[in-house]
């Protein structure tokens, strides 16, 4: 009799414990889906760039590369190029982007805690930009 009161507690707590743990990815799972203000904010902000930009003739290549490092290397890094998302950065990779404007501004975020770093530079008709990207600290260098 004591064993199956037991028995009858102890699956009792973990169906609770199962229940608690569907409940808590409801709520991860509705803050991963639900609408990003960030995005959002970088959309308003891509309309403003876009009313403003002056056109070049040929779009100039930007690059845009991550060395690969054992530090946040399962992390990817959100890019944006003038508030426009493009694609997420992953460790040891490089993504190419083009850019018509002659101001620009590069941004990007870290999925891991919402980090944002971005940096500004000026774009030349049909030339290139490659900027380098050190995940520890969230560095943005522009190479020459």
Same mark, same amino acid.
């Given at each position: 009799?004591?064993? %199956?009161?037991?028995?009858?507690? @102890? ?12 409940? =808590?990815? @409801? ?16 959309? /308003? ?14 779009? %100039?290549?930007? +690059? ?6 054992? =530090?946040?290397?399962?992390?990817g890094v959100?890019? @944006? ?14 993504? =190419?982007?083009?850019?018509? +404007?002659?101001?620009? /501004? ?7 805690d919402d980090m944002v770093? +971005? ?8 030339? +290139? ?16």
């Amino acid at each position: 009799m004591l064993l %199956c009161e037991f028995t009858l507690l @102890f699956g009792n707590f973990s169906f609770l414990y199962g229940l608690a743990f569907i409940v =808590i990815d @409801f709520f991860t799972l509705k803050k991963a889906f639900g609408k990003d203000k960030f995005i959002e904010e970088m959309n /308003e902000k891509a309309k403003d760039i876009t009313s403003k930009v002056s056109e070049m003739e040929l779009p %100039c290549k930007v +690059s845009l590369t991550r060395p690969g490092n054992l =530090i946040g290397a399962a992390m990817g890094v959100r890019v @944006f190029l003038n508030s426009v998302e493009q694609e997420v950065l992953k460790n040891g990779k490089t993504i =190419i982007m083009h850019t018509g +404007s002659v101001q620009n /501004e590069l941004t990007v975020r870290y999925n891991a805690d919402d980090m944002v770093r +971005s940096i500004q530079f000026e774009a030349t008709s049909g030339g +290139s930009v490659q900027i380098k990207l050190k995940y520890s600290g969230g560095v943005l260098t522009i190479e020459d």
